[in-house]
């Protein structure tokens, strides 16, 4: 099972979100200044949103982003 690790640059406003260590992968813009890195297996291994906090700011910390997460307890 993957780890997330979460990192965000509040001088760029950006969220950085990784699966697992970090391994080669390539970027692909999906649309909203949201970013998926994808490894050669096209598994999604990371996801970079853009202008986080101006995002939330606006909605008032309610948003959708276009991805589906499966989440466990690590024991």
Do not use: C, H, W, Y
Not at 49 to 60: A, D, P, T
Not at 62 to 72: N, V
């Amino acid at each position: 099972m993957e780890k997330m690790k979460f990192f965000f640059d509040k001088e760029g406003d950006i969220l950085d979100i990784s699966l697992g260590e970090p391994e080669e992968a390539i970027s692909r813009e999906i649309g909203d200044d949201i970013i998926i890195r994808m490894n050669a297996q096209n598994e999604v291994v990371g996801v970079t949103v853009l202008n986080f906090e101006k995002r939330f700011e606006k909605s008032k910390m309610k948003e959708d982003l276009p991805l589906f997460a499966k989440f466990s307890l690590i024991q």
